[in-house]
């Protein structure tokens, strides 16, 4: 089956640093745009970053310009989010998409969604 399984969240204290993991099962990432999303409790989920198929093309909401990194290695059918300088708003379960198209921050349009891994940043 299809399927997109995230890893690598946990307890950081602030300024810390998390490398969030996004590997697919059952297809292959090379022809997919991937968004990273997050969503806290008692607020919407929204657009971290993105990535095209090729990788050639980024974004990142201005909340995490400068800090964060998304990549992707196609050979392991996985990407990545590089996050440092971590902060306490930074908290909230991520979860990686996978967009046949052009992908962007909107969650709408994305075809596969992972089940979320929690990344708390406190003191």
């Known amino acids: 089956q299809l399927q997109l399984v995230e890893s690598g969240g946990g307890l950081v204290r602030p300024g810390g640093s998390l490398r969030l993991s996004c590997a697919a099962s059952?297809?292959?990432?090379?022809?997919?745009?991937i968004g990273w999303f997050r969503q806290a409790p008692g607020k919407e989920r929204e657009g971290v970053s993105c990535?095209?198929?090729?990788?050639?093309?980024?974004n990142y909401a201005d909340s995490v310009k400068g800090r964060f990194t998304i990549s992707r290695d196609n050979a392991k059918n996985t990407v990545y989010l590089q996050m440092n300088s971590l902060k306490p708003e930074d908290t909230a379960v991520y979860y990686c998409?996978?967009?046949?198209?052009?992908?962007?921050?909107?969650?709408?349009?994305?075809?596969?969604w992972g089940q979320g891994t929690q990344v708390t940043v406190s003191s």
């Open positions: 990535i095209s198929s090729s990788g050639g093309r980024t």
């Open positions: 998409a996978a967009d046949l198209f052009a992908g962007g921050l909107e969650p709408q349009g994305y075809d596969y």
């Open positions: 059952g297809f292959t990432l090379d022809y997919y745009a």
